[in-house]
């Protein structure tokens, strides 16, 4: 990211094992100066005497403060220190936070610490307006509430604005995420009649939250925010692709008439700005185009290629992805993505059901490198947006997680029935693949009766309930996850691991060793329990990879171990 002309600010990420064998990622921020290369520590130091190392880097609060060039706010997590007789020692402790010098690291305390602070939100003139505390027990577990303090513009008072529960489905009240200091008015999403839309709040009096941008289909879910002052420029939501409506209206035009004149008519969006909004950063994309990076000048109307976002696919053909819907087996609707592989044959196809992850996701229209690598492939491919999926509002939610997983499964495995059905897919060489919560489905959909896949990919999976929540303890997160995972016959009936009896199709599965989402000791478990049932199963690890195996060696060696699998195992 860029701090000013010369200095990029840069994150180092790393992740370590604990005595106890969990994983601790630790995050710390340091300054680049392009020119000469130097590097400044922008993370503020831990003493020696200090109680615990803190796990966080502070993060950009606001780039661009009045007054006071070179420099920006961030965020800094205070430890207390053992006092030892000294006066010295520091004894605060929370979230504050510092103006820092870009180019000496240098820093300024301008908000003192908060235990119970979780974020800080500056205007667009680079101060600090809201602050966000959390609820937490005396164990310091987060209790789902949140309450939103402000400042007056011409105070420097904190005042309450707002408070929001969190249920583990969706929340009540305003949850505001930016500031316009122009108008005075905080924007931010607030759930109404079972949706959640943006609305914005006055800040000089008082006042109540009016609409923005509400529907009453799906979930207004994103503000679109453009330059280094994260200016709100419009909101966005997705039905079968993701719509942007801007309230600055040259904006809309001009993304308009980008979109009319690129060829393909991709999405267009605005990814970046210089400071005085003359030239912008776009991107345009599709589901058969990766995307290209454009810089625009409004200086001359010029649009110039700056790099292709995957460049090793220029040039490729791809497959077209289309949003369908089918019907469940209780005739609920279900939305989805089908994307058909390119040439003369449309039927009896193999295919791949691709349930996405979170569970607290969606699929979206748009490039998926797995959709169009088996689409290459010549499958056709289902991404089913089940019950539990976001973005449709609370009612479709809240057939959310772990507690409803026999609807999701069965939606999941309806997508693969409805393949057969339409005469898309081969009923015989029908595979299901997923990652996190999918790769969680993927297996659990060999549980339950009915399944129709002849072969199981699972990437990162969940495979037993119980040692999910168990991971949870001790960590802020435990209540939350003992809440949304729950307790009862559903637990073991919704492990994978307890029912490997139940399996039918042989499976592979991966995993990263440093993955901090989804412990890797959940995919040993069940390749151990279906070895042990000698049940055909194949695991393959990623030393010192992450969730999401962002490497492209190993997604290299996952995708040509997954295409031998499915050809062995849907192959004549």
Same mark, same amino acid.
């Given at each position: 990211m860029w701090a000013t002309d010369q200095n990029l600010v840069c994150y180092l990420y790393s992740i370590v094992e604990d005595s106890s064998g969990r994983l601790l990622g630790f995050e710390r921020a340091i300054g680049v100066n392009i020119e000469s290369g130097e590097a400044t520590k922008l993370t503020a130091e831990t003493s020696s005497r200090a109680l615990y190392t803190s796990q966080r880097g502070g993060s950009i609060v606001?780039?661009?403060?009045?007054?006071?060039?070179?420099?920006?706010?961030?965020?800094?997590a205070w430890v207390e220190e053992w006092t030892n007789n000294t006066r010295l020692a520091n004894t605060k402790s929370g979230l504050g936070v510092d103006l820092v010098?870009? #180019?000496?690291?240098?820093?300024?305390?301008?908000?003192?610490?908060?235990?119970?602070?979780?974020?800080?939100?500056?205007?667009?003139?680079g101060r600090i307006r809201l602050k966000v505390l959390v609820a937490t027990d005396n164990r310091g577990r987060s209790l789902g509430r949140r309450?939103?303090?402000?400042?007056?513009?011409?105070?420097?008072?904190?005042?309450?604005?707002?408070?929001?529960?969190?249920?583990?489905v969706g929340s009540q009240g305003f949850r505001p995420v930016a500031i316009d200091s122009g108008k005075d008015v905080a924007y931010g999403f607030m759930d109404q009649d079972g949706f959640t839309g943006v609305y914005s709040l006055g800040l000089s009096a008082d006042s109540s939250p009016k609409p923005v941008k509400v529907r009453d289909d799906v979930d207004v879910d994103s503000l679109v925010r453009i330059g280094r002052q994260r200016r709100v420029v419009g909101v966005s939501y997705a039905t079968e692709k993701r719509r942007v409506e801007f309230f600055d209206d040259n904006l809309a035009n001009l993304t308009g008439q980008l979109q009319n004149a690129l060829p393909g008519n991709p999405a267009v969006g605005v990814a970046g700005a210089s400071a005085d909004e003359q030239k912008l950063l776009i991107i345009a994309s599709s589901d058969v185009d990766p995307g290209m990076v454009y810089l625009f000048d409004k200086n001359g109307s010029k649009l110039q290629e700056l790099l292709p976002l995957r460049n090793a696919l220029s040039g490729q053909d791809m497959a077209e992805m289309k949003p369908v819907t089918f019907p469940a087996r209780d005739g609920t609707e279900i939305p989805g993505y089908l994307t058909l592989p390119n040439g003369p044959a449309k039927s009896n196809l193999p295919a791949i059901v691709l349930p996405h992850g979170g569970?607290?996701?969606?699929?979206?229209?748009?490039?998926?490198?797995?959709?169009?690598?088996?689409?290459?492939?010549?499958?056709?491919?289902?991404?089913?947006?089940?019950?539990?999926?976001?973005?449709?509002?609370?009612?479709?939610?809240?057939?959310?997680?772990?507690?409803?997983? #026999?609807?999701?499964?069965n939606d999941i495995n309806d997508a693969g029935n409805w393949l057969v059905s339409?005469?898309?897919?081969?009923?015989?060489?029908?595979?299901?693949?997923?990652?996190?919560?999918?790769?969680?489905?993927?297996?659990?959909?060999?549980?339950?009766?009915? #399944?129709?896949y002849g072969a199981v990919v699972a990437i990162a999976p969940v495979t037993d309930l119980e040692k999910l929540k168990n991971d949870s303890l001790g960590f802020? #997160?435990?209540?939350?996850?003992?809440?949304?995972?729950?307790?009862?016959?559903?637990?073991?009936?919704g492990s994978p691991a307890q029912n490997v009896d139940r399996f039918t199709s042989p499976v592979l599965m991966f995993h990263g060793t440093s993955d901090q989402n989804v412990e890797v000791r959940q995919s040993r478990h069940m390749a151990d329990r279906l070895k042990d049932a000698g049940k055909p199963v194949d695991y393959v690890e990623y030393e010192d990879l992450a969730h999401n195996l962002s490497d492209s060696a190993a997604r290299a060696d996952m995708l040509q171990r997954i295409g031998v699998f499915l050809d062995q195992n849907l192959g004549d």
């Amino acid at each position: 990211m860029w701090a000013t002309d010369q200095n990029l600010v840069c994150y180092l990420y790393s992740i370590v094992e604990d005595s106890s064998g969990r994983l601790l990622g630790f995050e710390r921020a340091i300054g680049v100066n392009i020119e000469s290369g130097e590097a400044t520590k922008l993370t503020a130091e831990t003493s020696s005497r200090a109680l615990y190392t803190s796990q966080r880097g502070g993060s950009i609060v606001a780039f661009d403060v009045e007054t006071e060039p070179d420099k920006i706010a961030m965020t800094r997590a205070w430890v207390e220190e053992w006092t030892n007789n000294t006066r010295l020692a520091n004894t605060k402790s929370g979230l504050g936070v510092d103006l820092v010098d870009v #180019n000496t690291g240098k820093r300024d305390t301008i908000e003192q610490p908060d235990e119970s602070a979780v974020a800080y939100i500056a205007d667009d003139k680079g101060r600090i307006r809201l602050k966000v505390l959390v609820a937490t027990d005396n164990r310091g577990r987060s209790l789902g509430r949140r309450v939103y303090l402000y400042r007056p513009a011409d105070s420097d008072d904190w005042e309450r604005l707002s408070t929001a529960v969190f249920d583990g489905v969706g929340s009540q009240g305003f949850r505001p995420v930016a500031i316009d200091s122009g108008k005075d008015v905080a924007y931010g999403f607030m759930d109404q009649d079972g949706f959640t839309g943006v609305y914005s709040l006055g800040l000089s009096a008082d006042s109540s939250p009016k609409p923005v941008k509400v529907r009453d289909d799906v979930d207004v879910d994103s503000l679109v925010r453009i330059g280094r002052q994260r200016r709100v420029v419009g909101v966005s939501y997705a039905t079968e692709k993701r719509r942007v409506e801007f309230f600055d209206d040259n904006l809309a035009n001009l993304t308009g008439q980008l979109q009319n004149a690129l060829p393909g008519n991709p999405a267009v969006g605005v990814a970046g700005a210089s400071a005085d909004e003359q030239k912008l950063l776009i991107i345009a994309s599709s589901d058969v185009d990766p995307g290209m990076v454009y810089l625009f000048d409004k200086n001359g109307s010029k649009l110039q290629e700056l790099l292709p976002l995957r460049n090793a696919l220029s040039g490729q053909d791809m497959a077209e992805m289309k949003p369908v819907t089918f019907p469940a087996r209780d005739g609920t609707e279900i939305p989805g993505y089908l994307t058909l592989p390119n040439g003369p044959a449309k039927s009896n196809l193999p295919a791949i059901v691709l349930p996405h992850g979170g569970p607290s996701s969606r699929d979206e229209w748009g490039f998926d490198w797995l959709v169009q690598f088996f689409a290459a492939r010549g499958y056709a491919v289902l991404q089913p947006n089940y019950r539990g999926s976001s973005g449709y509002g609370r009612a479709w939610f809240g057939r959310n997680g772990f507690k409803s997983w #026999n609807t999701a499964v069965n939606d999941i495995n309806d997508a693969g029935n409805w393949l057969v059905s339409e005469g898309i897919a081969d009923g015989s060489k029908m595979a299901i693949v997923g990652w996190s919560y999918g790769g969680y489905a993927a297996l659990q959909s060999q549980v339950v009766s009915g #399944n129709p896949y002849g072969a199981v990919v699972a990437i990162a999976p969940v495979t037993d309930l119980e040692k999910l929540k168990n991971d949870s303890l001790g960590f802020t #997160n435990e209540r939350i996850m003992r809440e949304f995972i729950g307790a009862g016959p559903h637990i073991k009936e919704g492990s994978p691991a307890q029912n490997v009896d139940r399996f039918t199709s042989p499976v592979l599965m991966f995993h990263g060793t440093s993955d901090q989402n989804v412990e890797v000791r959940q995919s040993r478990h069940m390749a151990d329990r279906l070895k042990d049932a000698g049940k055909p199963v194949d695991y393959v690890e990623y030393e010192d990879l992450a969730h999401n195996l962002s490497d492209s060696a190993a997604r290299a060696d996952m995708l040509q171990r997954i295409g031998v699998f499915l050809d062995q195992n849907l192959g004549d």
